[in-house]
């Protein structure tokens, strides 16, 4: 693999960078806290079920707990608040019965769809104004963020 160009970044385009992070990271969340209450659940709670989602399968309370960050009792508080809202369900894995699996259960689409509706609508909005070519430096921007910010938070955790 070949060395990354780079480029020095001037601390007056680092601080405008690092504001626009912190605005869009502040609205994130709030947004986030918005569909969670809607559904019912914390924000922490909505993040943890969506996390378990994207996972290829059931999860166990410690896997949870890695790819979220939390402490392994803070995930037992989560799951049991998914669990009574009906978001997931505590399965036995079939290969090792001991083992206690925490199951994502289907969404009701038509519930939860609206609620992401309108983030939707405000990305478009500004894909529209970007040529082709600029989104895909966007998309570049945005991706190697993720990623540096997944191993900064997550420890690289997917």
Do not use: C, W
């Amino acid at each position: 693999m070949s060395e990354e160009s780079r480029y020095p970044v001037p601390p007056e385009v680092l601080a405008r960078f690092a504001e626009y992070g912190r605005e869009s990271s502040t609205l994130a969340v709030l947004r986030h806290a918005q569909i969670a209450e809607k559904m019912g659940l914390s924000a922490t709670d909505h993040k943890a079920l969506d996390l378990a989602a994207r996972a290829e399968g059931p999860l166990t309370a410690g896997e949870i707990a890695r790819v979220t960050g939390l402490s392994t009792g803070a995930v037992t508080g989560v799951i049991d608040r998914l669990e009574r809202a009906g978001f997931v369900r505590r399965v036995r894995d079939a290969n090792d019965r001991r083992k206690v699996l925490v199951e994502v259960l289907p969404l009701d689409e038509d519930k939860v769809a609206p609620l992401f509706s309108s983030a939707l609508v405000v990305t478009e909005k500004v894909l529209e104004k970007f040529t082709p070519a600029e989104r895909d430096v966007i998309e570049r921007y945005q991706s190697e963020l993720n990623a540096l910010l997944r191993e900064d938070v997550l420890g690289g955790n997917p």
